[in-house]
């Protein structure tokens, strides 16, 4: 049951960066994702959320959209 957890962070990026559009955010939470290779070949991109990174990551575009 990961959409109650990805929902909560696609909000915290929207939160950090309210400019983004639905695709800016998706592209920021598939750049976070940790790579696991037992997850390769069973989910879409193959690893976990990392909320850490996807904060960061939403927090630097919207330095660069300032």
């Known amino acids: 049951m990961a959409a109650p957890q990805i929902t909560r962070l696609v909000s915290l990026i929207l939160a950090c960066n309210p400019n983004l559009n639905p695709t800016q955010a998706r592209e ?39």
């Open 28 to 66: 920021i939470l598939k750049a976070s994702v940790t790579k696991r290779p037992d997850l390769e070949d069973k989910l879409n991109w193959g690893g976990s959320a990392n909320e850490a990174k996807a904060l960061a990551l939403a927090k630097a575009s919207f330095k660069k959209s300032k």
